[in-house]
């Protein structure tokens, strides 16, 4: 089964997948409203911005897993992400990224490695995958990168389709 064929629900709750986002290439990102690292919501929507129209999406996953950072309801996360940050980018249900619930989806996306090497677990909120247009897993960036950064920002220019 491909990446993309994986079930997961939108975030007001309706059945969805990756698969209408087949053909871009996706930055997967565990999101979370209360957390120090929040204000990367603003440089995931600025590449969403620059490369939307190029074939690239950011998806965003709340998870409330670390500290209880994102404890918001489904409305309270769409309105915060809205207003605060004006995200425009698909915002999915929450779910769990590691443990005994963790989600298929990143059961998919644990095994990749980052640039040292390590893969495993999902260490905190905002850790990013990048997804080739096929839905190969072909970066990982953990949390404490910035979205912008110049290894994120060529690893997306070099997968556009």
Request: one cysteine or more.
């Amino acid at each position: 089964m491909s990446i993309h064929d994986i079930a997961v629900r939108t975030l007001s709750g309706e059945p969805s997948s990756l698969g209408s986002l087949r053909g871009k290439a996706l930055l997967v990102v565990n999101v979370a409203s209360r957390c120090g690292l929040t204000p990367q919501y603003a440089g995931l929507e600025r590449l969403q911005g620059r490369y939307g129209a190029a074939g690239f999406s950011v998806v965003g996953f709340p998870c409330d897993q670390f500290a209880g950072q994102e404890p918001g309801t489904p409305e309270e996360i769409a309105e915060f992400c809205s207003t605060t940050y004006g995200v425009t980018f698909p915002l999915f249900e929450k779910i769990e990224v590691n443990g005994p619930g963790r989600h298929p989806l990143y059961t998919a996306l644990v095994g990749a490695a980052d640039a040292d090497g390590e893969a495993g677990d999902v260490r905190w909120n905002f850790e990013k995958f990048l997804l080739a247009p096929d839905g190969e897993v072909v970066a990982r960036f953990r949390p404490t990168t910035d979205p912008e950064d110049g290894p994120v920002v060529e690893a997306i220019e070099a997968v556009l389709p």
